[in-house]
């Protein structure tokens, strides 16, 4: 007898039928205001915390999570010494809880996004060099045919892009995969290399060189992002593989603002990527005194990619801006 396997389809499933599975959380009362708590909890570790995010007060928090557990008969959290921590059984009903609210969005977003006819919006991330140089040509290409979408990008560090994007407060990012999270739970593409630079003020005293060394650079005061994040480690790499001790007069801090305000003022040098550099030092304000130093050695940092979490369709807007993106990086790469 043989038999005939057909493609699984959610079309052909009758949610209503008793074969569909347990629905006894939401007949016993689990409701939509309980799934934002718990993935509040989660997200804070503070009930005062996820009380403000719901906008109630702390004992109306703490009633609603002990609604939560005579729902689930089960311990869903523990008091810590500074604040509360889910169990095991807690931490699987975030997980889910998490899906299922960004699954609403999303239809929130589809639906008007089909409404407006051609609108929506795109939350996105990236690092610094991939936002000026890949980014910026896009979003120019977007506003001029789809002037209705909304654009809402954040430049931050991939440490922090990467739980944003697990947290479902991006649509995808461009980054890389921090070391400690688990690289199963992304989709990646890799789209370019960021190549890094040494930015002085224009009357630097190595500006009268014609290439620095290591050596060279070593003395002076530095500006680097703060430690543990890839283009510092990237730099204090290349010191060590050349057997150069590391700067010790250091100045951290993530702002390129306040960066190239200290370097402007100062004999301070930064590291920050070739495509930044070249952006400052093309502006007509006191960034244009921005240069890079000539140096006799590479600074290359890891490759970054277009990412997005396993499991999680883009939207159409989304879907747009990053197919847009991933063609620029390709234009570029020549």
Same mark, same amino acid.
């Given at each position: 007898?043989?038999?005939?396997?057909?493609?699984?389809?959610?079309?052909?499933?009758?949610?209503?039928?008793?074969?569909?599975?347990?629905?006894?959380?939401?007949?016993?009362?689990?409701?939509?205001?309980?799934?934002?708590?718990?993935?509040?909890?989660?997200?804070?570790?503070?009930?005062?915390?996820?009380?403000?995010?719901?906008?109630?007060?702390?004992?109306?928090?703490?009633?609603?999570?002990?609604?939560?557990?005579?729902?689930?008969?089960?311990?869903?959290?523990?008091?810590?010494?500074?604040?509360?921590?889910?169990?095991?059984?807690?931490?699987?009903?975030?997980?889910?809880?998490?899906?299922?609210?960004?699954?609403?969005?999303?239809?929130?977003?589809?639906?008007?996004?089909?409404?407006?006819?051609?609108?929506?919006?795109?939350?996105?991330?990236?690092?610094?060099?991939?936002?000026?140089?890949?980014?910026?040509?896009?979003?120019?290409?977007?506003?001029?045919?789809?002037?209705?979408?909304?654009?809402?990008?954040?430049?931050?560090?991939?440490?922090?892009?990467?739980?944003?994007?697990?947290?479902?407060?991006?649509?995808?990012?461009?980054?890389?995969?921090?070391?400690?999270?688990?690289?199963?739970?992304?989709?990646?593409?890799?789209?370019? *290399? $960021?190549?890094?630079? #040494?930015?002085?003020?224009?009357?630097? =005293?190595?500006?009268?060189?014609? @290439? +620095? /060394? &290591?050596?060279?650079?070593?003395?002076?005061?530095?500006?680097?992002?703060?430690?543990?994040?890839?283009?510092?480690?990237? *730099? $204090?790499?290349?010191? #060590?593989?050349?057997?150069?001790?590391? =700067?010790?007069?250091?100045?951290? @801090? +993530? /702002? &390129?603002?306040?960066?190239?305000?200290?370097?402007?003022?100062?004999?301070?040098?930064?590291?920050?990527?070739?495509?930044?550099?070249?952006?400052?030092?093309?502006?007509?304000?006191?960034?244009?005194?921005?240069?890079?130093?000539?140096?006799?050695?590479?600074?290359?940092?890891?490759?970054?990619?277009?990412?997005?979490?396993?499991?999680?369709?883009?939207?159409?807007?989304?879907?747009?801006?990053?197919?847009?993106?991933?063609?620029?990086?390709?234009?570029?790469?020549?």
């Amino acid at each position: 007898m043989a038999i005939v396997s057909e493609p699984f389809s959610m079309d052909h499933v009758d949610i209503h039928s008793d074969n569909f599975g347990d629905d006894s959380l939401l007949r016993a009362g689990l409701k939509l205001n309980h799934l934002r708590m718990i993935v509040a909890i989660e997200d804070s570790g503070q009930i005062s915390a996820a009380a403000d995010v719901l906008n109630i007060s702390q004992p109306a928090a703490s009633r609603m999570l002990s609604e939560m557990e005579s729902i689930t008969k089960t311990s869903l959290y523990e008091r810590v010494a500074r604040g509360v921590v889910l169990t095991t059984f807690g931490a699987a009903l975030a997980r889910r809880a998490r899906k299922i609210l960004l699954e609403l969005r999303e239809a929130s977003r589809e639906i008007g996004e089909l409404k407006s006819g051609k609108g929506g919006s795109v939350f996105i991330g990236a690092v610094t060099a991939p936002a000026m140089s890949l980014v910026v040509p896009a979003i120019n290409k977007v506003r001029k045919a789809y002037p209705g979408i909304e654009i809402n990008i954040q430049v931050e560090t991939s440490n922090v892009l990467a739980r944003e994007l697990l947290a479902a407060r991006h649509d995808f990012i461009i980054g890389r995969i921090p070391d400690d999270l688990n690289p199963r739970l992304f989709e990646v593409t890799e789209i370019g *290399i $960021e190549r890094a630079c #040494l930015i002085v003020r224009s009357s630097h =005293p190595l500006m009268k060189q014609k @290439t +620095s /060394s &290591l050596a060279d650079v070593r003395d002076y005061d530095w500006v680097f992002q703060p430690p543990g994040t890839l283009l510092r480690r990237t *730099i $204090e790499d290349v010191f #060590l593989s050349r057997g150069v001790a590391l =700067p010790e007069n250091i100045v951290n @801090t +993530s /702002s &390129l603002l306040l960066t190239c305000a200290i370097i402007c003022e100062t004999d301070a040098i930064a590291p920050v990527a070739v495509d930044v550099a070249q952006f400052l030092a093309s502006q007509g304000s006191n960034a244009s005194d921005v240069r890079m130093l000539p140096i006799d050695f590479d600074i290359n940092v890891k490759p970054y990619s277009m990412i997005t979490a396993r499991e999680r369709a883009l939207p159409p807007s989304a879907r747009l801006l990053y197919d847009i993106i991933l063609e620029e990086s390709r234009k570029q790469a020549g």
